[in-house]
């Protein structure tokens, strides 16, 4: 135990004398209460899993992620407050990699926060509510409190806030508690965007002293609650300037306070934890206790499966999937550390630990109605997930075995290890077990540069960021993408004149984007389509005076969805104010729009006849579409699933020859919510834009209707025909299905179709080379049995 530790023990009994213990629910309840009773909006939680067009999150990760759209384009004043369930693991916030190893690091935590959107409440009013909620209603010891404000930056032109200052000594404390801090009191959203200097309010765990000296030093003094004063903008240059209008975000850690409010030395000892905790101990084959040690290797352990637990089972109960990408990577990532740590450490059975999770539900569900309306399908996917990760530590050691054998040193190669977690994401520390046990021992350095390595392919692949704010184009639009009529059997789409707002290149604007040099422009109406919702973006050209200028090789959605930027090379110099005509690859967008419809009817086909559960994502390109889905319990074998793909292949075809209109309305997320047979899920957790697009495929009694933003065939009927590839399973309970549609099906259907007749005709013996040609790829899923039969079958 260290010092600080031993001191806060020491003198925790004090603060009992200073007010009344709350437990987590009433903590929540005095919250609320508090702002509403300061006429604020008490706003539900937002999902962890943010909204399809950030592509900048894996997991909502601060309390104003959702408010995003208000801080950026709103102008009504608004007062909003609370509590928001937030996940750091992955991304630039990611203390994954701290949890255990001390006593207030966690992957899933709660948020507490109040604001004022476009002077809705004033610096003085916000200071007061803090302090207030803080002192008044809460029973904290006013002696134990201590503030810091913003000292000033002069090279940045940016003064000490006096004002702040003022408003504490008004409010009551005394001078030598009030703090000049510089880079901890100066908030910012990234490297560029909003920012503003903020002051804090901290807690002495010790009491009766002056800690004014340990403030942002000691770990026995803490910071509780944030209040941002976000009234600048950073722009990429990293100049400073006036937002033009005041909003104020504060932020509080609900562990934290609660640890503050209930007298205790941590977030992992107040009543959120508690319960979980004391099941862990009781899986324990040696019925271990926590005892909220930093030294203490099981009350690590302790700590991380408590904590790892929790964070999947909120992330799940958002619709979170663990598989080998995104967020469900590090939700499997998390659910696997803890199946090895319990299991290695604490002496919890291999199969044990999903027997943790409805203790961990039981904590939450009062507070989070989806987490018990989802406990089903939790402790199914725990039970799935721990299963099959010890079936694949079992095959990997089987392949650790033979390398191991083979290989006569005794070390085993880093890029050994490395090729076992990324195939098979066996731990490095299971490697390193089993290694030990021949008498080996694991380059952990090759290990590690493999692993760097490879986290320098994935950013480098990953990388795209452009300081694009819509503020910033006020004019901008990019409805003309659904501009497109259906005239004598074609499609038409017409040339839409536009001006360029903006020229970037190398992520900085620039002047001009000289000729063959390849950059990113902003156009006032946009025609072309963004990449979003699993829909590729289109491709085309900018014609200015009829010269082709520009060729655009994609598009993509910045701020939140708010803006388009097309990425291309110049071909003649371009810049601001340049009058274009857009000229999409319309062969192109018509067969993304045939996929796109395809991939809606592929869903209602597949949920109608039972074989899916639902969509968990997609990819739709030129005439060819990716459908992942979840299969809920799979009884079927591959046999019975292919005859079962291909009679709903038949019944697809069958409704496209019939045809039926494509109707689109954009209504209220109110609305979207009431519309019966609705495919997809409608987020509740929007704030600003609420209107949604309603597609509805087909007509009578069969219909397809899903909210989507991408775009269609106007009839079901210019489809022409959907061939399924493939279907392949990509983990438990969830499936993937390739599929072509228009000429492509068309094409796929005759190369088979000439493949079985030359099978046919040749003699049995030399089958075997005709087969050994067949680029299998290109053989529907329904014509792949009788080639391959007919290929092994004697003529009779």
């Known amino acids: ?224 609650w944030n209040i941002v004063f976000m ?139 989806e987490v018990e309306k989802s406990s089903d399908k939790i402790i199914n996917i725990f039970k799935e997930e721990e299963t099959q990760f010890w079936k694949t530590v079992d095959k990997a050691k089987k392949m650790f075995d033979v390398g191991a054998n083979e290989n006569k040193s005794s070390t085993i190669s880093g890029r050994k290890a490395f090729n076992l977690f990324e195939t098979y994401g066996l731990p490095l520390s299971v490697t390193i077990e089993m290694a030990r046990n021949l008498g080996k021992e694991v380059d952990e350095k090759e290990f590690e540069r493999c692993q760097l390595e490879a986290q320098k392919l994935s950013q480098k692949a990953s990388q795209f960021k452009l300081p694009v704010f819509a503020k910033d184009f006020p004019t901008h639009s990019d409805k003309e993408k659904y501009s497109y009529s259906f005239e004598n059997g074609r499609y038409a789409f017409s040339k839409v004149p536009t001006t360029i707002l903006q020229v970037y290149q190398n992520q900085e604007k620039v002047v001009v984007l000289k000729e063959n040099e390849k950059g990113f422009v902003v156009l006032e109406r946009c025609q072309f389509y963004a990449e979003q919702g699993g829909q590729k973006s289109d491709i085309g050209k900018l014609l200015a005076d009829g010269r082709n200028v520009f060729e655009v090789e994609s598009a993509k959605k910045l701020d939140n969805g708010s803006v388009t930027v097309l990425f291309g090379r110049a071909l003649e110099p371009i810049q601001k104010d340049l009058r274009v005509e857009q000229q999409l690859d319309e062969k192109r967008r018509e067969g993304v729009m045939k996929a796109h419809s395809a991939t809606h009817l592929l869903n209602w086909a597949l949920q109608r006849s039972g074989l899916g559960n639902g969509q968990k994502g997609s990819s739709v390109d030129c005439n060819r579409l990716r459908f992942d889905y979840s299969t809920g319990d799979d009884s079927l074998d591959k046999s019975q699933r292919t005859e079962a793909l291909k009679h709903l292949e038949h019944i697809l075809n069958e409704f496209i020859m019939k045809g039926g209109l494509t109707s689109v309305i954009e209504t209220t997320l109110e609305e979207a919510k009431k519309i019966k047979n609705l495919q997809s899920d409608v987020k509740e957790d929007r704030i600003g834009d609420s209107s949604v697009r309603v597609v509805t495929l087909g007509s009578g009694v069969n219909f397809s209707v899903e909210c989507c933003s991408g775009t269609h065939v106007h009839d ?44 046919s005709s040749t003699e049995f013996k030399e089958r075997n080379k005709i087969l050994k040609k067949i680029d299998w790829k290109l053989i529907p899923l329904a014509h792949q049995a009788r080639i391959s039969t007919l290929g092994k079958q004697r003529k009779q």
């Open 716 to 759: 079901v009927s210019i489809i022409e025909d959907v061939a399924i590839m493939s279907d392949k399973s990509m983990g438990q309970n969830l499936r993937r299905i390739v599929a072509v549609t228009g000429e492509e099906a068309k094409k796929c259907r005759k190369y088979a179709e000439k493949v079985f007749e030359e099978l």
């Open 231 to 369: 009234s600048n903008v950073r722009d990429s240059s990293g100049k400073i300037y006036n937002l033009g209008r005041n909003h104020i975000d504060t932020g509080m850690g609900f562990e934290r306070l609660l640890s503050v409010v209930q007298n205790k030395n941590s977030n992992f000892d107040t009543d959120v934890f508690i319960p979980i905790l004391a099941k862990i101990s009781s899986l324990t084959k040696k019925n271990l206790k926590y005892n909220g040690s930093v030294s203490s290797r099981e009350d690590a352990v302790f700590r991380l499966v408590a904590d790892h637990v929790r964070a999947s089972t909120i992330a799940i109960s958002d619709g979170a999937i663990p598989d080998g990408t995104g967020n469900g990577f590090i939700v499997r990532k998390m659910m696997r550390r803890s199946f090895l740590q319990g299991n290695s450490k604490l002496g919890i059975d291999r199969f044990g630990l999903s027997d943790l999770v409805p203790t961990v539900i039981s904590t939450l569900k009062n507070v989070y109605s």
């Open 1 to 224: 135990m260290n010092t600080g530790t031993k001191l806060i023990k020491a003198h925790v009994g004090a603060f009992e004398t200073f007010r009344t213990y709350h437990s987590h629910l009433e903590l929540r309840k005095s919250f609320f209460d508090f702002f509403q009773s300061k006429k604020h909006e008490i706003v539900k939680s937002a999902s962890v899993i943010p909204l399809e067009n950030d592509g900048s999150l894996l997991f909502t990760n601060a309390g104003m992620n959702q408010f995003k759209p208000l801080i950026l384009s709103s102008t009504e004043p608004r007062r909003v407050a609370n509590i928001q369930k937030c996940i750091r693991a992955g991304g630039k916030h990611n203390d994954l990699d701290d949890v255990g190893k001390d006593l207030h690091h966690q992957t899933f935590f709660e948020m507490m926060g109040n604001w004022s959107f476009n002077d809705a409440f004033s610096k003085e009013e916000a200071c007061k509510f803090a302090w207030d909620y803080l002192v008044e209603v809460l029973g904290i010891d006013s002696e134990r409190l201590y503030v810091s404000y913003f000292g000033g930056i002069e090279k940045l032109g940016l003064p000490e806030d006096r004002e702040c200052k003022e408003i504490w000594k008004n409010i009551g404390v005394p001078s030598h508690r009030i703090l000049p801090f510089v880079a901890e009191n100066f908030w910012e959203m990234g490297a560029a965007g909003p920012c503003g200097p903020c002051t804090e309010i901290h807690y002495d765990r010790i009491g009766g002293r002056d800690a004014s000296s340990l403030v942002n030093i000691d770990d026995s003094v803490v910071e509780i």
